[in-house]
Antibody, heavy 120, light 107 residues
Framework: QVQMQESGPGLVKPSETLSLTCTVSGGSLTNYFWSWIRQPAGQGLEWIGRIYTNGNTDYNSSLKSRVSMSIDTSKNQFSLRLNSVTAADTAIYYC??????????????WGRGTLVTVSS | DIQMTQSPSSLSASVGDRVTITCRTSQSISNYLNWFQQRPGEAPKLLIN???SLQDGAPSRFTGGGSGTGFTLTISSLQPEDFATYYC?????????FGQGTKVQIK
């Protein structure tokens, strides 16, 4: 059974860089895209971006200048970096497996999420 | 970016009720529409993809429909475990976007 787990600091200072890792267990990273999605407390969901196993990425234009993703297939991990954070970046961050069937994309497996608070 | 608008934002219903949630998009997305259920303290869970295709393991009381700019999620007979927030999400074009959510509460 494939499982995903986010990890990283729960507290980040303003203007610094948020760094998270998602570890996938029970399965391989190959042949899937992998996304990051965030959710501020009591609010809706925002897709941050996706990465493929070859390292190709797509980012949400709203965050594009501050975000980067990477992948390490040998460790079955992929990562998110978001720089110059502000309080508006405080949220639960989820990693999600991004599947494709024909032309249809969907997030079929999610991590439990990790709360990141931006505060001095 | 494609804007997603769900209605209502919240609703109160009883066990056994039939419930319908609507999702409208700012431009036509054919049937590139997914529905998620999120219970408090949990990650979202995929219910339906491609507007009407029920995900493996999702109960058959959930039905999705629509195409173009208007979509619905119907729960035929509400069960206690269905009290949650539901989100629609478009996969027609990047950036993928979500509706603001519909909270289904116990009457």
């Amino acid at each position: 059974q494939v499982q995903m787990q986010e990890s990283g600091p729960g507290l980040v200072k303003p203007s610094e860089t948020l760094s998270l890792t998602c570890t996938v267990s029970g399965g391989s990273l190959t042949n899937y895209f992998w996304s990051w999605i965030r959710q501020p407390a009591g609010q809706g969901l925002e897709w941050i971006g996706r990465i493929y196993t070859n390292g190709n990425t797509d980012y949400n234009s709203s965050l594009k200048s501050r975000v980067s993703m990477s992948i390490d297939t040998s460790k079955n991990q992929f990562s998110l970096r978001l720089n110059s954070v502000t309080a508006a970046d405080t949220a639960i961050y989820y990693c999600a497996r991004t599947a494709r069937s024909s032309l249809y994309w969907y997030f079929d497996l999610w991590g439990r999420g990790t709360l990141v608070t931006v505060s001095s | 970016d494609i804007q997603m608008t769900q209605s209502p934002s919240s609703l109160s219903a009883s066990v056994g009720d039939r419930v319908t949630i609507t999702c409208r998009t700012s431009q036509s997305i054919s049937n590139y529409l997914n529905w998620f259920q999120q219970r408090p303290g949990e990650a979202p869970k995929l219910l339906i993809n491609a507007a009407s295709s029920l995900q493996d393991g999702a109960p058959s009381r959930f039905t999705g429909g629509g195409s173009g700019t208007g979509f619905t999620l119907t729960i035929s007979s509400l069960q206690p475990e269905d009290f949650a927030t539901y989100y629609c999400q478009q996969s027609f074009s990047l950036p993928w976007t979500f509706g603001q959510g519909t909270k289904v509460q116990i009457k």
